[in-house]
């Protein structure tokens, strides 16, 4: 025990006494509720918060739930750009593709007596003559003729004989568009006669007058329609020549 002793008083001498801590724990008096124990927390009073470093409560949310206010407006450029898209053309109009020409158009070939209207003739249409060249070869295939190849060969080689040939004849001049549009409409009676070597031959008289009939058709509203559009007032026989050679093979193709 003095070894104890003796050790006690090297450490630091503080006037610090165990019987002070029944006094008051750590500096804290309980005046209030000298019964309440020390350590225990009082759920009784309200919670605060006076740290600055803690949250505060949040306000109740007064406004309307799932109904947000547009806070967007379109800009002027938006607006124009939205406009704009109102006064644009359909579809079908900017592809070229009129329905009220195409029937216009195949009347006038239907109609070889009919005047032409140069405006429409000279527009690159490209749809009706795409269709009668498919019921063209079609006919053809009815009566066991697969001639596809050929008539688009002969149409291709046609159009550009044409097209120089008017390009020449011609001072205003003619493009490769309108040339294909013209001969490929004219190509509708030509249907009528591989309709009719589905049904009948046309390897007797009848079917070279038949043939010769449809042959002077077609030339003949070529040539009008031509002559209308290129404003070449007496030569339509001149036009009216090649063309007759062009639908003439294809009349071969029907009959043979």
Request: charged share 10%.
């Given at each position: 025990?003095?070894?104890?002793?003796?050790?006690?008083?090297?450490?630091y001498?503080?006037?610090?006494?165990?019987?002070?801590?029944?006094?008051?724990?750590?500096?804290?008096?309980?005046?209030?509720?000298?019964?309440?124990?020390?350590?225990?927390y009082?759920?009784?009073?309200?919670?605060?918060?006076?740290?600055?470093?803690?949250?505060?409560?949040?306000?109740?949310?007064?406004?309307?739930?799932?109904?947000?206010?547009?806070?967007?407006?379109?800009?002027?450029?938006?607006?124009?750009?939205?406009n704009?898209f109102?006064?644009?053309?359909?579809?079908?109009?900017?592809?070229?593709?009129?329905?009220?020409?195409i029937?216009?158009k195949?009347?006038?070939?239907?109609?070889?007596?009919?005047?032409?209207?140069?405006?429409?003739?000279?527009?690159?249409?490209?749809?009706?003559?795409?269709?009668?060249?498919?019921?063209?070869?079609?006919?053809?295939?009815?009566?066991?003729?697969?001639?596809f190849?050929?008539?688009?060969?002969?149409?291709?080689?046609?159009?550009?004989?044409?097209?120089?040939?008017?390009?020449?004849?011609?001072?205003?001049?003619?493009?490769?568009?309108?040339?294909?549009?013209?001969?490929?409409?004219?190509?509708?009676?030509?249907?009528?006669?591989?309709?009719?070597?589905?049904?009948?031959?046309?390897?007797?008289?009848?079917?070279?007058?038949?043939?010769?009939?449809?042959?002077?058709?077609?030339?003949?509203?070529?040539?009008?329609i031509?002559?209308?559009?290129?404003?070449?007032?007496?030569?339509?026989?001149?036009?009216?020549?090649?063309?007759?050679?062009?639908?003439?093979?294809?009349?071969?193709?029907?009959?043979?």
């Open positions: 025990m003095s070894g104890f002793d003796n050790l006690n008083t090297d450490f001498q503080s006037s610090y006494s165990v019987d002070d801590q029944s006094q008051g724990g750590y500096g804290y008096t309980n005046t209030e509720n000298p019964y309440k124990p020390y350590g225990q009082d759920y009784s009073q309200p919670m605060g918060y006076s740290s600055p470093g803690m949250m505060q409560p949040q306000q109740a949310y007064t406004g309307q739930i799932f109904q947000p206010t547009q806070t967007y407006t379109p800009s002027a450029s938006q607006s124009m750009y939205s704009s109102d006064d644009e053309p359909p579809l079908l109009e900017e592809l070229g593709i009129n329905f009220d020409h029937w216009q195949t009347l006038t070939v239907l109609h070889p007596m009919k005047a032409a209207d140069g405006s429409i003739m000279n527009e690159t249409d490209l749809a009706g003559p795409m269709v009668f060249c498919l019921a063209f070869g079609a006919t053809l295939l009815l009566s066991g003729k697969i001639q190849g050929y008539v688009y060969g002969i149409s291709a080689i046609g159009c550009l004989g044409v097209y120089c040939l008017l390009n020449l004849m011609s001072m205003t001049g003619v493009s490769f568009g309108c040339v294909a549009s013209v001969l490929g409409y004219c190509l509708l009676p030509m249907i009528l006669l591989s309709s009719f070597g589905v049904l009948f031959s046309l390897q007797g008289m009848m079917g070279i007058i038949l043939t010769a009939t449809i042959i002077g058709w077609c030339s003949f509203s070529a040539s009008k031509f002559i209308s559009a290129l404003a070449m007032d007496g030569q339509q026989l001149l036009v009216a020549y090649p063309c007759a050679l062009l639908y003439g093979v294809f009349a071969l193709i029907s009959v043979f």
